[in-house]
């Protein structure tokens, strides 16, 4: 069977500009894309290399000239630092994307991949258009032979739908395509890239496709010891990003699915993934019960394995990775029928404060955050929220616009309880450890409710202040 269909647009071709003569750096490196992946992974790159030069484009004027100000566009622990040392010596950013393309040995493609919104696949195939996009750029404006890494997560075999727009019509230039797929999580975006698991690189076994592996080889050699890279052919690297992140949901939707088992047996869901997570052979990371995942990656992944075995006509196995992605919507309408079950079925009028917007905490994020899928349902049910966030109350705003409802934004959490009759605890920020929750059980409505979505907070101290509290996988602490 072929490759899946994928949708292709047409860019303007630009002028080629003059090149700057820059002999002294050993290879010139471009990302295509300066987002959470791109921006950090070029940091490392240029932080390690600093006989390479390293450009990251992009078509948003205004996030490349976040990235050449003091405010980068986003925040990770660590990254500021590395891109002061680097910036101006070997790093650079820019918007000049035709002229740094031509000039550039090796061209990594990390522009986003979301899910198809329309047509074909709309709802869970890749909406590849932004690759395509790129592409025709690179091969547009492409004067010498090039390296081409496929950096986005993709489908599988998206490299041969890569290699026949750069290689079509009368432009003799070659590419040759890696997959070096990227592993980090926001947060450890540094740490995940400076000191990675492993790092794997997919290329064609061919003359020109291992020169091409050895050459990227060579980069990551600069500071990852040989043993932690994994080579392997085009086709697996593309495919392993997709079931690393199904693996990972995966895990999270199990023990979701075990926590709705707990709340009714009154077996607590922290005891029963203790002991699971003590088998080396399941490990303990990845099963902390919650309110499910979000983050801009695994849905999207999820659907784009799901879209692709129904592609190839393995329903069995769609309806499996399917089935990951159901228990996190489950999940998360199980905690809204949770606080509209206790709160005397209904949430008309009531205040209920929200803490924590993003996906999770030590980010601003809010995409495919848990949050916005709850918020929107306790609005339907008529609820009046007020919205604290250390870090996402701007991303929070974004979300919510256009839905019905009152909703507030503030900073100050205890400004926030002020007058609640519950709080939602949605994001396990370190913050909310710290709080003085008497004072805010003092000025909430009585009977005051506490909803931890992330078994984050000390339920029993919670209880004694007078809280009545509901965890996620455990039996409530009530008075009533
Ligand atoms: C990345 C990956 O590329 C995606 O496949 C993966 O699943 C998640 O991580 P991310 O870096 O999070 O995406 O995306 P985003 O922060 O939206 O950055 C993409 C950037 O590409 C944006 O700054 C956008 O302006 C830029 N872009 C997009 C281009 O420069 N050119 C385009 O044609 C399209
Ligand atoms: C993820 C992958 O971890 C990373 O390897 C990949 O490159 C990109 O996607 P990220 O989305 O940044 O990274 O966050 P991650 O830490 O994986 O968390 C994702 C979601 O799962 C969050 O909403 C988090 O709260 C939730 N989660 C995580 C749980 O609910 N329980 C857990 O035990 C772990």
């Known amino acids: 069977m072929g490759r899946p269909p994928f949708l292709f647009n047409v860019t303007v071709?630009?002028?080629?500009?003059?090149?700057?003569?820059?002999?002294?750096?050993?290879?010139?490196?471009?990302?295509?894309?300066?987002?959470?992946?791109?921006?950090?992974?070029?940091v490392v790159i240029a932080n390690k290399c600093p006989d390479y030069k390293v450009t990251v484009v992009d078509i948003s004027e205004e996030r490349i000239n976040a990235w050449n100000s003091d405010e980068l566009p986003i925040y990770e622990p660590g990254l500021k630092d590395r891109v002061d040392k680097a910036r101006g010596k070997n790093l650079f950013f820019s918007t000049d994307i035709d002229r740094n393309i031509d000039e550039a040995d090796i061209i990594f493609v990390s522009v986003h991949t979301p899910t198809k919104t329309f047509g074909e696949?709309?709802?869970?195939?890749?909406?590849?258009?932004?690759?395509?996009?790129?592409a025709r750029r690179i091969k547009e404006n492409s004067t010498s032979s090039k390296i081409i890494v496929e950096k986005s997560t993709l489908p599988v075999r998206a490299a041969e739908t890569m290699a026949s727009i750069l290689?079509?019509?009368?432009?003799?230039?070659?590419?040759?395509?890696?997959?070096?797929?990227?592993?980090?999580a926001e947060g450890t975006a540094i740490r995940d890239m400076e000191e990675p698991d492993r790092i794997l690189i997919g290329s064609h076994d061919t003359v020109t496709g291992n020169a091409a592996r050895d050459e990227l080889l060579k980069i990551y050699l600069k500071w990852v010891?040989?043993?932690?890279?994994?080579?392997?052919?085009l086709w697996s690297s593309e495919l392993s990003k997709l079931v690393a992140n199904a693996f990972l949901a995966q895990r999270i939707s199990s023990i979701n699915s075990i926590s709705a088992l707990c709340e009714v047996t009154e077996a607590d869901i922290s005891e029963v993934a203790g002991a699971v997570g003590r088998d080396s052979r399941i490990g303990s990371k990845f099963l902390e019960a919650g309110v499910g995942f979000g983050g801009s990656c695994f849905r999207k992944d999820l659907l784009n394995l799901v879209y692709l075995c129904e592609y190839y006509k393995l329903d069995d196995v769609a309806k499996f990775w399917s089935s990951?992605?159901?228990?996190?919507?489950?999940?998360?309408?199980?905690?809204?029928?949770c606080i509209l079950k206790t709160m005397f079925r209904t949430l008309v009028d009531k205040k209920i404060t929200i803490f924590g917007f993003a996906f999770k905490p030590d980010t601003g994020d809010t995409r495919d955050s848990p949050a916005i899928y709850i918020c929107k349902r306790l609005l339907e049910e008529k609820a009046r929220l007020s919205i604290t966030d250390p870090h996402a109350i701007s991303n929070a705003k974004k979300d919510l616009t256009g839905i019905d409802g009152t909703a507030e934004f503030v900073e100050n959490p205890y400004e926030a309880a002020k007058g609640a009759h519950c709080l939602a605890l949605i994001t396990g920020w370190s913050e909310y450890l710290s709080l003085d929750y008497q004072k805010i059980f003092d000025s909430?409505?009585?009977?005051?409710?506490?909803?931890?979505?992330?078994?984050?907070l000390d339920h029993?101290?919670?209880?004694?202040i007078g809280f009545n509290v509901y965890p996620i996988g455990?039996?409530?602490?009530?008075?009533i």
Do not use: W
């Open 460 to 464: 029993q101290k919670l209880f004694e």
């Open 474 to 479: 455990r039996p409530p602490l009530t008075h």
């Open 121 to 134: 696949g709309a709802g869970k195939a890749s909406d590849l258009q932004y690759i395509e996009q790129t």
């Open 225 to 233: 010891p040989r043993e932690k890279i994994i080579t392997t052919n």
């Open 167 to 184: 290689h079509s019509g009368a432009n003799s230039v070659r590419f040759e395509i890696l997959s070096n797929p990227e592993f980090m």
């Open 444 to 456: 909430m409505l009585k009977p005051a409710f506490i909803f931890d979505g992330r078994n984050h």
């Open 324 to 337: 990951v992605v159901e228990i996190n919507d489950n999940q998360m309408e199980r905690f809204v029928n």
């Open 13 to 42: 071709k630009s002028p080629i500009d003059i090149r700057m003569n820059e002999n002294k750096f050993a290879k010139k490196i471009v990302c295509v894309g300066a987002g959470y992946v791109g921006g950090p992974t070029m």
